[in-house]
Nanobody
Framework: EVQLVESGGGLVQAGGSLRLSCAAS????????IGWFRQAPGKEREGVLC????????NYVDSVKGRFTISSDSAKNTVYLQMNSLKSEDSAVYYC???????????????????????WGQGTQVTVSS
């Protein structure tokens, strides 16, 4: 059974940084298409960024461009979401997700959309105080 587990969330002051982790079991993350999403209270889930497994290209929602980046550690089968210059509007539960097809797709071609992903983690809370 594929499981994704996010960690690294917490409370941080505006302008600070956090690094979220997404670890997987029964699924190889490195080389897969991966998406990061977030959902704030009372709001719809929003795609934050994605990386396409086949060629490493990335897409970001405009609000995080230049502040958020994705990286990975193949030895740990873990991907990271580095979040810098955090703002109060970044407060949300953050989720990582992967498609069942792994790298064998052309997803992450534009907007970061949830319907491209099959497996989701349970989320980790990020709270940015202003």
């Amino acid at each position: 059974e594929v499981q994704l587990v996010e960690s690294g969330g917490g409370l941080v002051q505006a302008g600070g940084s956090l690094r979220l982790s997404c670890a997987a079991s029964e699924f190889t993350l490195v080389g897969s298409t991966i998406g990061w999403f977030r959902q704030a209270p009372g709001k719809e889930r929003e795609g934050v960024l994605c990386i396409r497994g086949s060629d490493g290209s990335t897409n970001y929602v405009d609000s995080v461009k230049g502040r958020f980046t994705i990286s990975s550690d193949s030895a740990k089968n873990t991907v990271y979401l580095q979040m810098n210059s955090l703002k109060s509007e970044d407060s949300a539960v953050y989720y990582c997700a992967v498609p069942r097809s792994g790298s064998m797709n052309s997803y992450c071609s534009g907007r970061v959309v949830s319907y491209e992903y099959d497996y989701w983690g349970q989320g980790t809370q990020v709270t940015v105080s202003s």
